[in-house]
């Protein structure tokens, strides 16, 4: 396979309610999407870079300065057998993983179409349907988050996660365990404790949620391993996993028991399936985490989510609890019984809406 040509596209899409989180409230999501030509075969991904260094470093704007100047460079007119190996061709940059993310994942999409398979049968894949879940943001009132919690369980989903923050953490969770003692629940912090914290999220442990995700520092295993340590509740680590290793570490020390694996914060493909094998021999679960991608991320994190240990329900969702109109024909859709479906067609087996997506770019590059 040879890269003739990339474009790099800004997006814009309006989300169809505010998403408020620990760091920051997102209503407009700008959206790197990277188009590959690879020998005449167009071929797609998407950086989950945020509008912000909020959740993470990454930036669309650095994302797209880092894909020019230094990740293009090292693939441009490269002849190479597989998508396996752009992973280490990336190498010499350090870090920025969702914008190598984005072009390492259209590759993925690329030999797939070229072999006429569906991404997930090429990644290894062996689940029909994945079991999904939704993230639910802080909400302004309790009346409003147990309207938008019984809204996800009448649409199926499996479980539900809801953000929590200082002063927003408890109650919120007292007031659905008693509207809903049986559903499964877990919460997700972003970050938003310190370890002088531990007795209150200790609290958490009265209402069997499945985990508590990334409660304390976005780089720190270390306090995380000493917080387990005193928690029934499981931890999950979202923020603090970049690579196989921090797995290895996040598992060994015992800072969790759970794993979210995101393709962006991972840097692709290659690294989420070492990730997953990794826990997977590890006897540690792991879910697709979501970063309210466009129907190009979404389609990849289904591909990837039929890799047999994403044994626990992930964030990936339908395609209407974020948008107006995607950008994917057809839209991502859950069944009743909370799962998607792995498309059959070849590469990411949703096709792209070049109309749609020329509608709502605001800014192109192309490198070649
Ligand atoms: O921590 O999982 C997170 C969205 C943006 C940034 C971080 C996170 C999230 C979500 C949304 O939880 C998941 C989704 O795409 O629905
Ligand atoms: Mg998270």
Known sequence: MRIRKITLREIHLKLLSPFQTSFGTSELRRILLLEA????????GESTAGENPYYCYETVETAWLILRDYLWPLVKDREIASAVEVWDLLAPVRGHNMAKAALEIALWDAEAKQKNL?????LGG???????????GIQPTPAGLIGKVEEALAAGYQRIKIKIKPGQDIEPVRTLRQRFPQIRLMVDANSAYRLEDASLLKALDDFYLIMIEQPLG?????????????LQTPICLDECIHD??????????????????KLGRVGGHTSARQIHDFCQGSSIPVWCGGMLESGIGRAHNIAMSSLTNFSLPGDVSASRRYWVEDIIEPEVEVTPQGTIRVPSGPGIGYVPRIDRIESVTKRREVLG
């Open 218 to 230: 976005w780089d720190d295993i270390y306090s995380h391993a000493k917080l387990q340590r005193q």
């Open 126 to 136: 062996t689940r029909a349907e994945i079991p999904c879940g939704v993230s639910i």
């Open 118 to 122: 569906p991404l997930a049968t090429l």
């Open 37 to 44: 030509d690879v020998d005449g075969v167009a071929a797609w």
């Open 244 to 261: 196989v290793e921090n797995a290895r570490a996040g598992i060994e020390t015992g800072a969790c028991k759970i794993i979210n694996i």
